[in-house]
């Protein structure tokens, strides 16, 4: 009836690296893909279509590529393609604020989503709640930052 010690252990460890592997599997075509994008300068080509999207949000067009990358690979990624744009781009400091304010509840969202998905957790509702998350505080801290500015 009780498990021992050690039957315990290997449970873990197989159901440890079965998440690995599905992980794995999931993280590793999509930095491909990203890196693909970057070396083809498509994420290029999709900022120049989608400059409605950074008007919006109140940000330069220049932001776009970092925010798609931090949006389907993740944070840490992404934190590096800001950094990145940032220095060939030289964006402001607010451009950057206002990107990772969209990034910090809507980041790695195709990782995440499948990655939910494949817990049982519905992967559209995850989606959609984080997108408006997202576009709220973005828009929030766009207000504000706008405020304070005209009041100085």
């Known amino acids: 009836m009780t498990k021992s010690l050690m039957d315990i252990v290997m449970e873990s460890l197989y159901g440890s690296f079965g998440i690995i592997k599905s ?16 070396e083809y300068k498509l994420l290029e080509k999709l900022s120049s279509k989608t400059k409605f999207i950074t008007d919006f949000l109140g940000v ?19 934190a590096g393609a800001i950094f990145d744009a940032k220095e060939r781009y030289d964006l402001d400091k607010r451009d950057v604020f206002l990107v990772m304010c969209f990034l910090v509840p809507f980041h790695g969202i195709v990782e995440i989503s499948l990655i939910f998905w494949v817990i049982g957790v519905n992967p559209v509702i995850t989606l959609l ?5 997202a576009v709220l505080f973005t828009l929030l801290m766009k207000t504000l930052l706008k405020r304070r500015d005209s009041a100085l």
């Open 60 to 78: 330069s067009k220049d932001t776009l590529i970092a925010m798609l990358i931090g949006i389907f690979v993740g944070i840490s990624y992404g």
């Open 129 to 133: 709640s984080r997108l408006t998350v």
């Open 23 to 38: 992980l794995v599997i999931i993280i590793i075509p999509i930095m491909i893909g990203v890196q693909v994008m970057t």
